[in-house]
């Protein structure tokens, strides 16, 4: 029997909403807490220096002073090249003409997206294993170091002293309290924590074993106790901010750690502790959007940031990897 159906009735009205979901991580905690400087060139560089050992050997009455020591005998400089990122778009005369659901202005929509994708490009590179590259044209722009290189992953950088490269760290696997007081251990002895405050950008399985650390203390004793304010009407069971005996350190989930250019795979194991005190992004030209000539096909621009990271001291900053 030959009837109408919604498959072979020509004129039926599509329904489409007014609304765009893009669901993508967007937090950037680690340009967030890192300081700002100005870069004037492609490449800046940074000093590092050490005191020397303590000596109370002591000294005899009347012994004159004969000897001398070079106090800038170990200062290094260490440094780091800035890199270009950008992105681009370009939105057709048409396009911009039509009514297109969820989208006031196309171009707009196509101009605030490319600011994005650049903010998790900087974000990536800063919080990676790519070691800094000079540019040297036929596909070898400047790169800038990352922070998990500065700390030695991969290979410790060739300009870094020793006396300055990173000794708190932990490749084991799985966290536990004792490794994880461990590594806040090694940083302390190294350097007397002279920041004060630690923060840990973690990958999601790595904060999910930092918030278990007192469950794997009530599987060892047979007992969890939760002490809260039966108001809230809610038992809180995460760890935000981790206070061991060697001062405090914040938490903050991230999922760009250790990432590889153009991939989306998250390294949900690894970890940077970061003294924000001793980490910087050093910008030589700030985030900008320039639209271009509109040649006759539609306009079109591009947002772009040049910046590098700048790692005071390897030795102020741990990992997890």
Known sequence: MAKSTTYNTSGNREDLTSIISTLEPESTPFVSLMKKGKATGTFFEMQVDRLNSPDFSGI????????????????????????????????????????????????????????????????????????????????APYKTRGML????????????????????????????????????????????????QLTLLAGPSLKKEISNFSRQLAATNGTYTVNQDAESKKITLSVSVYEGDFGLCNIVPSLFINRTSGSDTVDADAGL?????????????????????????????????????????????????
């Open 149 to 196: 290189k500065w700390l030695g992953v991969g290979g410790q950088p060739a300009d870094v002293p020793a006396f300055a490269q990173n000794v708190a760290n932990d490749t084991t696997g799985t966290q536990t309290e004792a490794t994880f007081n461990s590594v806040l251990q090694e940083l302390y002895e190294a350097n007397g924590m002279p920041g004060g």
């Open 273 to 321: 502790l970061i003294d924000p005190e001793y980490v910087s992004m050093m910008s030589l030209k700030a985030e900008s959007v320039t639209e271009l000539e509109n040649q006759g096909g539609g306009r079109r621009g591009f947002v772009d940031v040049v910046a590098g990271l700048a790692c005071l001291s390897p030795v102020a900053h741990g990992f997890f990897n």
């Open 60 to 139: 005899e009455e009347g012994e004159d002073v004969t000897a001398f020591k070079n106090q800038s005998a170990d200062r290094a400089r260490i440094g780091n090249y800035v890199q270009k990122f950008r992105d681009t778009f370009m939105v057709s005369d048409l396009q911009e003409m039509v009514d297109t659901a969820g989208v006031a202005s196309e171009f707009a929509n196509a101009e605030s997206k490319a600011v994005r994708n650049v903010k998790r490009s900087i974000e990536s590179a800063f919080c990676s294993s790519q070691d800094r590259q000079a540019d040297a044209g036929a596909g």
